[in-house]
């Protein structure tokens, strides 16, 4: 248990940091913002329209799951640069962690979002 004081410490310290930092900057903002602050800035020209587009939620969708599977291709390639050190073991966890990813794909294209509606 010992051994986990510094860490908790660490943790804390952070922590102190984090909501220290937080609420300066709540303090120290503008208290009260103007109507011309909230106006979309397009390079000194005047806005040619509202600041905010509404996007099609198949952007969206297809965005989380690129993200999704982009962050397990993270986890893989440490793996993939000791592959021949690790062993069988570390082979058939691999192969664990791939097929749940292809049930999470198949579960995506089932529900259709992969599919452009």
Known sequence: MAEYITVLVFFLVILVFVL???FLARLLR???????????????EEPAQAGLERFHVGYYLVALVFVIFDVEVIFLFPWAVHS?????WAFL???????ILFLGWVYAYRKGNLEWK
């Open 20 to 22: 220290g930092t937080l």
């Open 30 to 44: 503008a208290q009260k913002y103007e109507s011309m602050k909230k106006d979309t800035y397009e390079c000194g």
């Open 93 to 99: 966890e691999v192969v664990l962690f791939i097929g």
């Open 84 to 88: 021949k050190s690790l062993g069988l």
